[in-house]
């Protein structure tokens, strides 16, 4: 009987506890998707402000991502809408709560994942942290107590923030990296994969067929994070999931890098010329498939057209 | 896939889960070897092969407890109804043998651990010598893998065989309870340095699980984790930039970041503590208290013996005691009080085992300038208020001052807890010049202007972030008051109506969810004693 | 109880009643300093020797325990 009666009493501490996380976890709540709503990844996240299904491609990954892409220079050259679904640092199982969030609202035709996240090592901790955080967020924005005021409390949540450059983060500077293209040198050698990185890009390739996206490996140029057994790696991969891949660090006659002139950091990330070079021929690639239509003259979409003329204003030279 | 980084972590809780799980669900016989799987599981799982040392230890230990007893077996039995002459003759000789095992238990041990420890320290300190006298020699630097808690185990193992060697208990037979204490999963990474005679029994024994029992084990380590991911967590930025770049820093932050790193180093370990005390605890096993509100100390002699207890009552039954006791030192002790007193007399061979003591517990922080100093600065801090306390009683005497009033023992509680703090910078700031630096800074380069320009909130802790450890501390103070006036607080909580109860768990849960510094923006600080 | 031995200890800490404390080493009441000093003179004031075994704290804890300490090793001697 004591048992029962114990057993009883453990049960109601569960639920009482599971019903106060939920609670909190209401009032923790972002009521907005900005940054001063003390939204996690504001940039990355303003996808969730864009219009419903107006959103062609997506591009996922680190800071790789978020410094070569410029989904603006892609719109005014193709009149294909993208975002740059980016955060500094990234590990797959961010990247799927990405593509999970983005797949509520929008639906991209082609899903374009840069390979540097592929290879960040991430622990069974990171994945149960987030799967947590996503039923509970209380974890993931307790830390909102700090800038909360009482009367957000109890507005329900409605996300109307976008970022002005979707996703893409300008960078100007300029640090010559020290090695040249000699980065690439030919091997035969494979860079093996962690299972549980490769168990979560099969989710992922599974996720964008169930919503008919095309889903495509990246490389972005990159002296530091790049080098040929990691590209043996992501093909063998590639080849395994039946996927296209495309590495820019082999392409030097397509996308001629200037290491001297084109990376912010020693050949770490692009900075606003390489992001050029880059996004010019993705450009030109998303043409060539075929999937996309050119949207530039549809008036549905006349706030693109807004904002690149905004973002080339604070471009270095305009597009 | 399956790896530990600390105590906090969701797999050591996983473990901890099974391991509770088949505890309760399996007989008493069965419950010994859940232990030690468990045990063995957590220990592979942090050092992979590294393993084999502590199964070496353990095997050689068991072996050497037995020799040492067949030694004085067969002492005993030779003795037996021999003249009083004769006997002391035999006993002598078989003491010598035994003093032979003993020696060669210490190389063994001690040398293991030395060797591990501080080869490259001691080979960089040769080779700095060796440039000074500007020899063109040089010897290798060793990079070695060490094994989690071989500083504690190593002095577990270390006391088993002393204690064997006195006769204060029979060496054990039984080798699965001997592995069972060298290596019981809660205390193997930080401590408690536990005693045989204190948790052998208790844990060969696997007492069943209590309701009342669980109930208090968890109580204790959702305190624990709250002192470890509020407080010790949120000072962590701070600490990582005072002490990272302290030459940017005037001196009234670098006392902050003294004063802050003393505070992290106590909400960590004592946190730690509490988780590892409190897990025994759910099994019914109770482990020694490694903490008593060590900031209420008098005098820093108190203070040791309030902070890390194990390892300071380790030092002086194994150290200060040994060699104060020690033939040439009694000798010494006579002679002195003689020519000086009986109060200044033992002061030269206590001088000597206390420097013994803090020598040695400085070097087994870790292999560094720092930590010798550390060790250095205690001694003659101790030292120092030994030989000034009779000087002391007769000034108070004499201006009236009540030695034992409360206001005369605030103050000396504020003296003791600055000469802590500076101690613990020295210990944290790696380079002992550096160390020498932020301390003439405190003093030459105080002022309060980071406070008035808004700097303070720059460098690692927004306003919010200083609110909460202000308000934290005030929790663990008037907790800390409670305690010292002999309340148990988690029994009186035990003790009351459902109701409250899950008033009190919701609210720390709570408390802990919304205020622990976790996630985006901080950086979980590595539980600091595991690395020594 | 030996007179001997309570002036020895009351030499050493004249403010603790050590007929009826029964906690000298639990409560600090002797500190390691004092332990050596009163080694020291029980060994010489009843010529024993006090190995290092014995210093323990259920030797020390109070006068009583002394004296049993003292008597045991000067029979075993």
């Known amino acids: ?319 | 896939m399956f790896s530990i980084a600390t105590y906090f972590s969701v797999e050591a809780l996983l473990l901890l889960l099974v391991t509770v799980a088949l505890y309760v669900c399996l007989p008493q016989k069965a419950r010994r070897y859940v232990l030690l799987i468990s045990s063995y599981v957590f220990f592979f799982s942090i050092s992979g092969k590294l393993l084999v040392f502590l199964l070496f230890s353990t095997l050689s230990v068991h072996h050497i407890g037995l020799w040492l007893s067949d030694v004085q077996n067969e002492c005993s039995i030779r003795t037996k109804g021999l003249e009083r002459e004769e006997r002391k003759a035999l006993n002598a000789e078989y003491n010598k043998k035994q003093r032979k095992i003993m020696a060669f238990a210490c190389i063994l041990h001690i040398g293991l651990l030395l060797l591990l420890k501080y080869t490259p320290f001691f080979s960089q300190n040769i080779n700095a010598l060796f440039g000074l006298l500007g020899l063109q020699l040089r010897i290798p630097v060793p990079k070695f893998l060490i094994p989690i808690g071989i500083s504690f185990y190593t002095l577990q193992a270390v006391a088993y065989l002393f204690d064997v060697y006195r006769k204060k208990i029979p060496a054990d037979r039984n080798l699965l309870r001997l592995a069972l204490f060298m290596s019981f999963f809660p205390q193997i990474m930080e401590g408690p340095i536990c005693r045989y005679s204190d948790t052998a029994e208790a844990l060969y024994e696997a007492p069943k699980m209590h309701y009342g029992n669980f109930v208090l084990g968890s109580q204790r380590m959702l305190f624990g984790l709250m002192k470890k991911l509020v407080i010790a967590d949120r000072l962590n930025l701070l600490i990582q930039n005072v002490y990272g770049e302290p030459n940017k820093y005037d001196g009234f932050v670098i006392a902050l970041g003294a004063v802050g790193y003393t505070f992290q180093l106590y909400a960590d370990f004592s946190g730690t503590m509490d988780l590892v005390i409190g897990t025994a605890q759910m099994f019914g096993i109770k482990l020694p208290e490694n903490f008593k509100r060590p900031f209420f100390s008098a005098t820093i002699s108190e203070f040791w013996k309030r902070w890390h207890i194990t390892l300071g009552t380790w030092f002086k039954d194994y150290i200060f005691f040994p060699v104060s006791m020690s033939k040439p030192m009694k000798k010494l002790t006579t002679k002195a009080r003689k020519k000086l007193g009986n109060r200044y007399g033992p002061l030269i061979a206590g001088s000597v085992s206390l420097f013994c003591v803090w020598f040695c517990n400085g070097l087994w922080h870790g292999a560094g300038w720092n930590y010798i100093f550390f060790g250095m600065y205690h001694f003659v801090l101790i030292l120092s208020g030994n030989i000034i306390e009779p000087v002391v009683i007769k000034i108070t005497q004499k201006l009236k001052i009540n030695r034992s009033a409360f206001p005369y023992r605030c103050v000396q509680i504020v003296r003791t807890f600055i000469l802590v703090c500076f101690g613990e910078m020295f210990f944290r700031q790696e380079s002992l010049k550096q160390g020498f630096k932020m301390f003439g800074k405190i003093f030459t380069d105080f002022t309060f202007k980071t406070l008035k320009d808004g700097l303070l909130f720059e460098f690692g802790m927004d306003r919010q972030d200083y609110l909460i450890i202000i308000v934290s501390a005030v929790l663990l103070f008037i907790i800390g008051i409670l305690q010292e006036k002999g309340i148990e607080i988690r029994a009186s909580i035990a003790k009351r109506n459902i109701a409250v109860q899950f008033a009190v768990y919701y609210a720390l849960i709570l408390f802990i969810v919304v205020f622990g510094a976790y996630g985006a923006g901080y950086v979980p600080l590595d539980p600091i004693y595991a690395g020594f | 109880m030996d007179e001997r031995l309570l002036e020895i200890l009351e030499d050493i800490n004249p403010e603790v009643d050590f007929e009826s404390c029964t906690t000298l080493i639990d409560d600090h009441l002797l500190d390691s300093l004092s332990i050596i000093s009163l080694v020291a003179e029980i060994e010489e004031e009843f010529d024993i020797t006090i190995p290092t075994v014995e210093i323990i704290p259920e030797n020390f804890n109070s006068a009583e325990k002394l004296w049993e300490m003292i008597t045991r090793l000067s029979e075993e001697d």
């Open chain 1, 1 to 319: 009987m004591i048992y029962i009666k114990r057993i009883f009493v453990f049960i109601m501490f569960i639920l009482g506890l599971a019903g106060l996380l939920v609670g909190s976890s209401y009032i923790f709540l972002p009521k907005s998707n900005g940054l001063n709503s003390g939204m996690e990844e504001f940039k990355a996240n303003g996808i969730l402000g864009e219009k419903e299904n107006s959103i062609d491609v997506l591009f996922l990954g680190d800071s790789e991502i978020y410094c070569s892409v410029i989904p603006l220079q892609i719109w005014q050259s193709s009149g294909y809408t993208s975002y740059v679904c980016g955060t500094s640092g990234q590990t797959l199982d961010y990247t799927e709560v990405m593509l999970k969030r983005t797949f509520e609202k929008q639906s991209p035709k082609i899903v374009v994942m840069e390979t540097n996240a592929i290879y960040r090592k991430f622990t069974v901790k990171n994945v149960i942290f987030t799967k947590v955080s996503d039923y509970f967020s209380v974890f993931r924005y307790h830390n909102r107590w700090k800038t909360m005021s009482i009367d957000e409390i109890n507005k329900p949540a409605e996300y109307t923030f976008t970022d002005e450059s979707k996703g893409y983060r300008l960078k100007t500077g300029i640090k010559p990296a020290v090695k040249d293209n000699s980065y690439m040198s030919p091997t035969d050698k494979i860079l093996p994969i962690e299972k549980i990185n490769r168990q979560s890009v099969e989710r992922i390739k599974k996720l964008c067929d169930e919503n008919g996206a095309k889903l495509i490996f990246f490389s972005t140029p990159s002296t530091k994070n790049w080098n040929y057994m990691r590209h043996n790696g992501i093909e063998a991969l590639a080849k395994e999931l039946k996927c296209e891949y495309i590495d820019l660090n082999l392409l030097t006659k397509e996308v001629p890098v200037d290491w001297k002139n084109d990376t912010v950091d020693k050949g770490d990330h692009m900075n606003y010329f390489g992001a050029k070079k880059v996004t010019s021929y993705l450009s030109e690639y998303l043409e060539n498939t075929g999937l996309l239509a050119d949207k530039r003259n549809d008036s549905d979409y006349k706030t693109w057209n807004e904002a690149a003329e905004e973002f080339n204003k604070n471009c270095p030279n305009k597009i």
